[in-house]
């Protein structure tokens, strides 16, 4: 699952998401929330898609 701001999104939907808060705000930094099980393929996926956005700063951070 994706979440951006709090919201439910489709892997599909990231960059849309993510260039509409960067609209706002453009120097917002994007962190990247995952479980440590999590897929590191999807993970990856979610980083291009942010940074494809135009996301300068995109970092990750795991949880349990």
Excluded at 1 to 17: P, S
Excluded at 19 to 35: G, R
Excluded at 46 to 59: C, M, Y
Aim: charged share 25%; net charge positive.
């Amino acid at each position: 699952q994706v979440f951006v701001q709090e919201r439910l999104v489709d892997i599909a939907a990231v960059r849309a998401n993510i260039e509409s808060n960067l609209a706002i705000k453009p120097s917002a930094s994007v962190v990247v929330v995952s479980d440590r099980d999590a897929d590191a393929g999807f993970l990856v996926r979610v980083i291009d898609q942010s940074r494809l956005a135009g996301a300068k700063n995109v970092s990750l951070a795991a949880q349990k």
